[in-house]
């Protein structure tokens, strides 16, 4: 089955840098692969998705790159602010749609300071 | 109006006991899952629903039944509570567009 790993598991950044997370699959058949981010006392929110038909995403201060040869893909935020702290999971599956699981990698807790 | 509400937030209750989770979404999506959460953040699937229909069963111990009277409800009745089985539970449903969580339930075991 799947495996993901991500990396780091812990990051501070001061505000206004740049923060990456990054994340490998294993499954080739793998091609799509969301990024969510979990508020203390929330649910994990979705903040950004790619697919494998394309290699690079931008929403506004988050991008996300993919290199499906290389099976790994990152997440980017720049002008980092601390509303920006929260844990960030990478997941990977065949499929957005119905009936296919989402592995998630282990989450990578980022603060940022003020 | 939540999209996918579960119930309770917080659960407190003694080893032994029997308890159970709800779950509701308002998406008109047909699949729906469950993931613990433990206490380092790592969020595992336990079951899967598609239609009213269990998909995946992930090695978690029978004590543990899903329950989906419909496709916009998916339950999880837990029995003899053991002190492992703390965590947080998440619902989500899943449609087009990718998955979308409930808030989680804290269930602590004492």
């Known amino acids: 089955g799947e495996n993901v790993e991500q990396h780091p598991s812990t990051l501070s950044v001061q505000e206004g840098d740049s923060a990456v997370i990054k994340c490998t699959y294993s499954?080739?058949?793998?091609?799509?692969f969301p990024w969510y981010k979990q508020e203390l006392g929330k649910g994990p929110q979705l903040i950004i998705d790619?697919?494998?038909?394309?290699g690079e995403k931008k929403d506004q201060r988050i991008a996300v790159t993919l290199n499906k040869t290389a099976k790994h893909f990152s997440l980017h935020i720049t002008e980092t602010q601390p509303e920006d702290s929260a844990v960030y999971f990478c997941?990977?599956?065949?499929?957005?749609?119905?009936?296919?699981?989402?592995?998630f990698g282990k989450g990578t807790r980022l603060s940022v300071i003020a | 109006d939540t999209a996918v509400s579960q119930t309770p937030k917080y659960l407190v209750t003694q080893m032994g006991n029997d308890k159970s989770i709800k779950c509701e979404q308002n998406?008109?999506?047909?699949?729906m899952y469950w993931y613990k959460q433990d206490s380092k953040k790592f969020l595992k699937i336990m079951f899967s629903y598609n239609n009213k229909e269990l998909i995946i069963n992930e090695t978690v111990p029978n004590r543990f039944s899903p329950k989906s009277p419909d496709k916009a409800h998916l339950n999880l009745h837990i029995n003899s509570l053991e002190l492992g089985d703390s965590a947080v539970y998440f619902c989500?449903?899943?449609?087009?567009?990718?998955?979308?969580f409930g808030s989680g339930t804290r269930l602590t075991v004492v």
């Open positions: 790619i697919r494998s038909n394309v």
């Open positions: 499954d080739s058949a793998s091609n799509y």
């Open positions: 997941a990977a599956s065949m499929s957005s749609g119905g009936n296919t699981p989402l592995v």
């Open positions: 989500a449903s899943q449609g087009r567009n990718g998955y979308t």
């Open positions: 998406l008109g999506h047909d699949t």
